[in-house]
């Protein structure tokens, strides 16, 4: 392609805000490789966005740069390794409500967390939507810092089992 200058703008891109879902499901339910929008809409299935605070929901995964030192070389090189994907720590509102985070996420131990992008909340898991299946062990929920100025928070520690590739929702 020929070199074209670039628009002032940049490419399009979709807002965080709003266009975020994140459902937790006990347990190893829902296939990593082939998720279905019958069992995001199921009844052991809670949409938990709206618990977590600002910088509550991490996600990262990042790659290893292995050095490649060559004798001689003038110049060192890297080749990449693993990579090591990570859920930090939750931080969400500390709240009675059934289907809050608190609440559904309470026990601990074994979950999926799936996470949908570029889609505005409100609309519903349908067929053809990418979302990412991450399978995790969380620990005991604890009482978040108490700052004065916000709500009443809880952590939670989140170590992650696999971390699924961006795949489109079956049926």
């Known amino acids: 392609m020929a070199d074209v200058a670039e628009t002032f703008s940049g490419p399009s891109a979709v807002d965080q805000i709003g266009n975020l879902t994140i459902w937790a499901i006990a347990g190893r339910t829902i296939s990593q490789s ?14 938990i966005t709206y618990s977590f605070t600002t910088g509550g929901y991490v996600l990262t995964a990042p790659q290893v740069k292995n050095p490649d030192e060559r004798l001689t070389s003038p110049q060192d090189r890297q080749s990449l390794g693993k990579i090591t994907p990570d859920l930090a720590d939750l931080t969400y509102v500390d709240s009675s409500d059934s289907g809050s985070a608190a609440v559904v996420l309470a026990a601990g131990g074994l979950f999926q967390i799936i996470e949908r992008r570029n889609v505005p909340q409100s609309t519903l898991a349908a067929s053809a939507q990418k979302v990412r299946v991450i399978n995790v062990n969380l620990g005991a929920q604890a009482t978040g810092p108490t700052d004065g100025a916000g709500k009443f928070s809880i952590m939670q520690a989140a170590a992650v089992d696999s971390l699924g590739s961006l795949v489109a929702l079956a049926i």
């Not at 082939?34 to 949409?47: E, I, K, N, V």
């Open 34 to 47: 082939s998720p279905s929008a019958a069992l995001l809409g199921g009844s052991s299935c809670y949409r």
